[in-house]
């Protein structure tokens, strides 16, 4: 179990290293010098020069990496250069909490909805429930979140006026929950559709596969309930791929959090990524990429662990 | 068999055919230019709303939104028509190529798909678009270049169960170079998959686009991305201009993927399984004083997609506590189906089931669920063929020994573990502590089977019924679970039916024997007597195709020609007519009727002790 841990580790670190180095790489393409903007109005050739040195522009590529690396290990990733005396780290302190808080409201309400409907599907293949979430959940698949937003808060916002449509200002989660979650409730339920849609397809498939194996019909043999068979028998050894599915998705969940953040205007990673990419703000860009980065690589880990707590086999084969 | 492709299939394709026009011949319609402004030249009014005038509406500045929205055809296929290319092409060889090549190009290409997953691809998509700028060329490179990754993982799963296979072995060991096993052997399998995956790719780069544009960064031309943008900031009081134009994307990218999953539909055939509804027809009839089981004219008919299948016609047997019954038959002839329909556990698929099922006098067939799954509970007991898939593999054989236990309440959990305990060792598993933690695979093939042996022991069932529990096993672990079976069943006077196509295992281990053939008993009667004076042609032949030690080692061993019927539309007449030496006309015309007596009864025109026949 350790090993399968620890054997993981190099090629997730190798993961993240790459994925900083190649935003380096494109910021260095990037046209804008950010010793110029930081400068500003007061950017005498001087007082740019001065800047590019004292930000360490003048370095090799590999050496500025190797600085910032070295110091975001530490926590520190620098200062914007559009804000002044804002620090990288304070921006994603703010950021990280809207856009962590929506992504798991939508994983939960993704599991929440497809588990029960994929469950009735698998009972009753070609039953109406299976039928309307098949149609449903295809239907979905072709719904971008952009086009998905848009009718949400035409519906919900605008015509029924049930939620608020943005969602800027909200309360803090501690401080008065039922608002802050009235207010995420719109963009999280608009990135859930779309894993909804994935989730159902996915688990339907493998219960209906599950329950044609002969432990499953042993244990009918043996007196025991429908409900107890699908849920302690059944379910467990059909959730791999739905879980690989929620990790990888975990990518598809950052790319919608910036259509969603600016759709509901609020500032979270997405959009204040957004923000500095177009502001050529250098450090910001790197910080919030390799966020970003970590974040979804430890998903990935903390599901294939996961992977072997659901399924015994895995823990003694070699991985 | 041509599989259907749908309704949905063909409106969608029409759907795709006609954006295709638009996108062709845009420029030759009757229609606006999208870049007037209706304000200025009086032809439509600021934020007119969908009319005969202009079908869609206009936008701010009085343009017409149905014109705009055609002339936003073109850049949405044109681009997913060129990515989906570039990126299925070099996406498909790489996977191809990674699958089937493995070592070190596989882990190149796995790691560099584990990157572009991890990297957020919008990075990339502002930092090229600011240096290069919104041409469309831009965009082809930057979206195929973030498309390959999926193609490529796609491609590289299915190469790599290919190369697994046969066909490709061969091919190798022929001495076939490897681009020629990829171009021959590979790609032409993995064509359908990718097809109809790059019909959803082409959606997903339609979709991009307007992700794009919805961050203010799409092309230099009219696209629908930029118009729902456009229309977004208007959504109170003119939904209409965000409304439209995403619903054109929404039926475009709904298109695609229907059209994909047709195409996925003729490769992976989609699973028609039914409900599973189990039906009882006809009437019970209780059963004689004493029998444990007791079936009469049990007949079972599954209702699969594929047509109606009759594996249990006309069955009858009883067994009394005690003693143990064989079910002989080839595979096929329908022997587990008898025991599937005494407990009603079938695969997905409706089940007719007539007759009479009696256990431990409960009717099986047509009590309250209540009532059935209680007798299966605690009076019988099931053993299954394969021990390998006998077993939940996710859960620890403790917990799967104490279950039907807890369920039905016979005893509290203390008692339902020291007794799981109890029942290892009983079954002969050596260190029971420690198994009960144990999951099965941390098993062998034999012990899997005493551990189902000690599932099927948990609640003292009066009946237990096995499914070929030997084939599966090692030869020289098959008696020790046979002998084990046998000592229990002497043990506690349970009632045993054994299904086997062994007939050495018959000999030695029961007591009565049903002779199966295409889903009917041929003959049924004391072990003893059967062996000693066979009636029916088939259970001559079966006994005669025995191995015997008896005879010089040289002897040949005889077989019985040709394969039995199917059932899904048996032949008329006496069901082995095809295979059997001695038969005649009235053998294929009429089905024998059952003849003998209540203790010896065989379905034969012409049984072993009748007049002897001429063999033609």
Not at chain 1, 171 to 177: K, R, T, V, W
Not at chain 2, 102 to 109: H, L, M, S, Y
Not at chain 2, 383 to 408: F, K, W, Y
Request: net charge negative; glycine share 10%; proline share 5%.
């Amino acid at each position: 179990m350790l090993m399968i841990v620890l054997r993981r580790v190099p090629r997730l670190l190798f993961v993240v290293v790459a994925v900083t180095l190649l935003t380096f790489i494109l910021l260095e393409l990037t046209p804008g010098d950010p010793a110029t903007l930081k400068a500003g109005l007061a950017g005498t050739p001087e007082v740019v020069e001065e800047l590019r040195e004292e930000l360490g522009l003048n370095d090799h590529l590999l050496v500025r990496y190797k600085d910032w690396a070295v110091d975001a290990l530490q926590g520190d990733f620098g200062e914007s250069v559009v804000y002044e005396d804002v620090s990288v780290s304070s921006r994603i302190r703010s950021a990280l909490p809207k856009t962590l808080e929506t992504m798991i409201l939508a994983e939960l309400m993704a599991f929440a909805i497809a588990i029960p409907l994929a469950i009735r599907s698998a009972q009753k293949p070609g039953g109406w429930v299976d039928r309307w979430s098949s149609a449903g959940s295809f239907g979905l698949l072709a719904l971008p979140s952009f086009v998905l937003g848009i009718y949400m808060i035409f519906i919900f916002g605008v015509k029924l006026d049930w939620f608020p449509t943005i969602s800027s200002d909200l309360p803090g989660l501690f401080d008065d929950p039922a608002g802050n979650l009235r207010g995420y409730f719109l963009p999280s339920l608009t990135l859930a559709l779309n894993l909804l849609a994935v989730y159902v397809r996915l688990l339907r498939t493998d219960l209906i596969e599950t329950l044609q194996q002969d432990y499953v019909m042993l244990a009918q043999a043996r007196g025991i309930g429908t409900r107890r068979i699908m849920w302690r028998h059944v379910l467990r050894p059909s959730s791999l791929n739905t879980l690989t599915a929620a990790g990888l998705n975990v990518g598809g969940l950052i790319g919608g959090a910036f259509i969603i953040e600016v759709m509901f205007s609020y500032q979270g990673m997405g959009r204040i990524l957004i923000e500095a990419v177009f502001g050529n703000d250098y450090f910001m860009v790197a910080g919030i990429v390799a966020i970003l980065s970590v974040g979804y690589v430890l998903v990935n880990f903390v599901v294939d662990i996961l992977y072997s707590v659901l399924d015994p086999r895995i823990r003694t084969v070699d991985a | 068999m041509r599989k259907r492709l749908g309704l949905l299939f063909w409106v969608s394709a029409v759907y795709i055919g006609v954006l295709v026009f638009l996108a062709l011949f845009r420029d030759l319609l009757p229609i606006r230019d999208p870049d007037a402004l209706g304000i200025r030249t009086g032809d439509c009014r600021q934020f007119q709303d969908p009319g005969w005038n202009s079908y869609f509406g206009c936008d701010n500045l009085g343009r017409d939104l149905f014109s705009q929205v055609v002339h936003g055809v073109r850049p949405a296929l044109f681009l997913g028509f060129t990515v989906t290319i570039v990126s299925g092409t070099v996406g498909t060889l790489l996977g191809v190529l990674a699958g089937f090549l493995r070592g070190v190009f596989d882990r190149v290409v796995t790691t560099i798909i584990d990157i572009s997953l991890a990297f957020p691809a919008l990075v990339l998509l502002i930092a090229v678009r600011a240096s290069f700028g919104n041409g469309i060329v831009v965009f082809i490179v930057l979206f195929s270049v973030l498309g390959i990754p999926g193609y490529a993982r796609i491609v590289r799963g299915a190469s790599l169960s290919l190369s697994e296979r046969e066909f490709v072995d061969a091919a190798a060991a022929m001495g076939a170079t490897t681009w020629r096993i990829v171009r021959r052997e590979l790609l032409p399998n993995v064509f359908l998959p990718v097809l109809s995956f790059a019909f959803i790719g082409f959606a997903v780069v339609i979709l991009a686009e307007g992700g794009l544009a919805f961050i203010g960064l799409s092309l230099d031309q009219i696209t629908w991305g930029k118009l729902i943008n456009d229309g977004r900031v208007e959504i109170r009081d003119h939904p209409h201009l965000a409304l439209i134009p995403s619903t054109v994307m929404f039926g475009t990218v709904l298109a695609f993927n229907l059209v994909g999953d047709g195409l996925r539909s003729l490769v992976a055939p989609r699973e028609v399984a039914t409900a599973r509804r189990l039906i009882a027809e006809g009437s019970h009839q209780p059963g004689e004083e004493g029998a444990v089981v007791h079936v009469r004219n049990l007949r079972t008919v599954l209702h699969t997609p594929g047509g109606t299948v009759e594996p249990v016609d006309d069955v009858s047997f009883s067994v009394a506590p005690g003693e143990s019954l064989g079910i002989v038959g080839e595979s096929g002839s329908g022997k587990t189906m008898i025991l599937r329909s005494i407990v009603g556990a079938f695969p997905l698929a409706d089940v007719t089931r007539g007759g009479t099922v009696e256990v431990a006098g409960v009717d099986m067939l047509r009590s309250p669920d209540a009532t059935i799954r209680r007798t299966l509970g605690t009076e019988i007991g099931t053993i299954s063929q394969n021990p390998l898939t006998a077993l939940n593999p996710v859960r620890r054989i403790g917990d799967q020994i104490i279950e039907p236990m807890l369920v039905h309440g016979t005893r509290s959990k203390q008692e339902a573990r020291d007794r799981a305990l109890e029942l290892l060792e009983q079954v002969g598993i050596p260190a029971p502590e420690q198994r009960l933690r144990e999951y099965p695979h941390q098993l062998s093939g034999g012990m899997r089977q005493r551990a189902t042996i000690a599932i099927a022991l948990a609640n003292e069932p009066q009946l237990l019924l096995a499914d070929e529990p030997t084939t599966a096993l090692d030869v020289t672990v098959q008696d020790q679970i046979l002998r084990l079976l046998d000592g229990l069943r002497a043990d506690r006077g349970m009632a045993l039916v054994l299904v086997t196509h062994d007939l050495a295992v018959v000999k030695g281990f029961t007591d009565s024997v049903a002779i199966v053939y295409a889903g009917q008993v041929v003959e049924y009667g004391p072990t003893a007597e059967i062996f000693a004076n066979p009636q029916h042609r088939y259970t001559v032949a079966l006994i005669r195709s025995m191995p015997n030690l008896d005879l010089p080692s040289h002897s040949e061993l005889a077989t019985i020609e040709g394969a039995p019927p199917s059932l899904i539309d048996p032949p008329t007449g006496c069901r082995f007519a095809d295979r059997c030496p001695a038969v005649q006309q009235k053998c294929r015309d009429e089905s024998p009727v059952r003849s003998g007596t209540d203790a010896h009864s065989y379905s034969c025109w012409f049984p072993m002790s009748a007049q002897p026949v001429e063999v033609s």
